[in-house]
């Protein structure tokens, strides 16, 4: 058996000690909010998201060192139903978590008093029970400790259960769809029912729920493609509905899954239906974040305790209850799953409570998508037989997403569409009088290519007078000055600055919003060559703070480095009429860490500073600016300017950057040290 069953002669009398004699394990369980009990002998049930208390009793043969201590663990498996988990070859390595006996440590010497509990958890409900297993420390091995019917743990309503909800836009405005997981119920009518708040339940519209689902020959080689307990997993069936004809800003309740069948239906939740989209009058609040994970760091064992990510949650949600949220946006890295299923199943779960009242879209990161190509015709879930490798480097040589090549993504997550869009990886939508634009930095965006002609083709399209502003967004941004030895990521940077760029100042895009670096950087306005400008151009900001462990130390000294910030925290964009957009970063204690404005106008007039300048004026101004300073600004005729509300950022004195000689990216670079 793999692992470490098989000991030498040294530990041999030791070993049938611990088999006749070890540790007699009991497991009682409660609800991790009232504690009460739900354990029957060697089962227990917990709600979904509910903690196990573990119990255990030692018999006194074993006092000394090799009694429970504190490299004893319990290990959680989950593994499909119907295995034989006492005689899985993968024993040793496939739990899901572990709990080290040491976070309870009460004694001397490393040794724990005969008696002990401990909690662990949350479990999510991923329709299977779970197990539980002691391994015992004996010198510097760990020897597994199965009772002969192995603990079983029963989580929440099983697997008809509708767990996983979220929200998203369609292109229509009048429109909300929601997708849920469940088993395989779609002989029983998953369906979706909703009704005005103000209307009773009684009188609530049904819409059927379309399925699907992918199977581990859908993903692209690697860990993504093992199916086991620990890596690929079934997903369960992914069901999505549509609900049509709603008033405009409206609260409707909803509820989803099979009537029935026991346990198939979600409790009632409610949302605010899309504002307008046919004005420029209106006012839309989007809130922005990136790199987020499950647990915390997006790392499997990362101590729940620790992870921000609840905060985050926690603080978009009362941003919402204060003034109803659009739309939440989460700029890839979502889950950082790595080809671990049952990662994606806690993700969810932790998104489900603000993900079922607020409207959740994402962009693709690396950890979503790229991969090392396989050597069979394996179209990916963006339809490319081979990922994206460019001749110019950078950091696309790699399998971050350790097989997954977009596909639970893309089947998990369903996002509006238009002529030329391409399922979660680029695609746009409006949000009142906003137009949304997601591309993918994870494929080619050099001119010419599939994705960019879409992005000319969609910018080109945008009606201004009914969506003034227009906000860009992908993985990874294009101006980032966190200090980094060697950074694989700078080349992409550049050349998204050398193909996307000018795009953005052609059409008059005020913000590009990214992630990728685990900090939070804001710009000045940008022309199309990187300088910083009065009037017109683009504001870039980095906002991938949502719970990936933080990863500036420093920040260099960069001309167009308006605000900087080592913290996590979310990005709030709020629009009023067609005159301002507000942008707002505040950190997980709801602190404003920065706050900016920007200022547009239309047609052959710029905006500096709110004030309308006539043509005229602008001519003069241009003048003036030949003769004191040599350089004209680029201007568009959608131009937007920053009025800081509370910024530290430091620019030259006539926003130009100054190049040193081998210098990689041409601009002086001053290290300074991150902070809030």
Known sequence: MKGTMFLDSKFYLLFCVVVFHCCLLDFTSSYSLSAVSAGQGNTATVANGGNLTVSWHLSSVLDGPYGVNAKDEVRVYCFPSGTNIIRSSTLASDHIDQWNIAQVLSGSNNVLTSNGTMSIGPFVNMRVPCQLLFWKSLGTRLVPYPPDNPFQVYVGGGAAEPLQGHLSLTSDPTEMQITWVSGDVSDHNPAVWYVMASQPDSSAVMEQAGATTYAAGDMCGDKASQVAGRYFRDPGTIYTARMHSLAPSTRYNYWYGTENVTNGLSPPYWFISPKPTTGNTGAARIVATGDMGAWGGGYPFSPVSQSPVPRVISGVSTLNAAKTVDLFAVYGDLSYAGGKGYVWERYFYRMQPLATIVPFHVAVGNHEYDYKPVLVDHKDASGLTRPYFPAWGGSFNHSSSYGECGVPTAKRFFMPQSPGSNSV??????????????????????????????????????????????????????????????????????????????????????????????????????????????????????????????????????????????????????????????????DTTGNIVDSVDLTSGNNNTAVIVGVTVPCVLLVAAIVLLIVFRGRIPVLNSQSSSLTPSSSSGKTSSDGMEIALEGDFDGESDTTVQAGV
């Open 425 to 586: 990886f680029w695609y746009s939508h409006n949000v009142a009088n906003v137009h949304m634009v997601y591309i993918s930095t994870e494929h080619d965006l050099s001119p010419g290519s599939v994705q960019a002609r879409w992005l000319r083709q969609d910018l080109a399209a945008v009606d201004k007078k009914k969506q003034p502003w227009t906000v860009v967004s992908g993985h990874r941004p294009m101006y980032n000055n966190e200090a980094r030895q060697n950074d694989s990521d700078l080349p992409v940077q550049m050349q998204l600055r050398q193909s996307v760029g000018p795009v953005l100042a052609e059409f008059g895009v005020h913000l590009f919003v990214g992630g990728h670096y685990h900090n939070y950087v804001r710009t000045c306005s940008l022309n199309s060559s990187g300088e910083c400008v009065t009037s017109g151009g683009t504001t870039h900001i980095t906002v991938g703070t949502a719970g990936a462990d933080l990863s500036a130390k420093s920040f260099l000294q960069k001309p167009w480095a308006m605000k900087t910030s080592s913290s996590h925290g979310v990005l709030s964009i709020e629009t009023s009429g067609a005159t301002t957009m507000t942008m707002q970063y505040r």
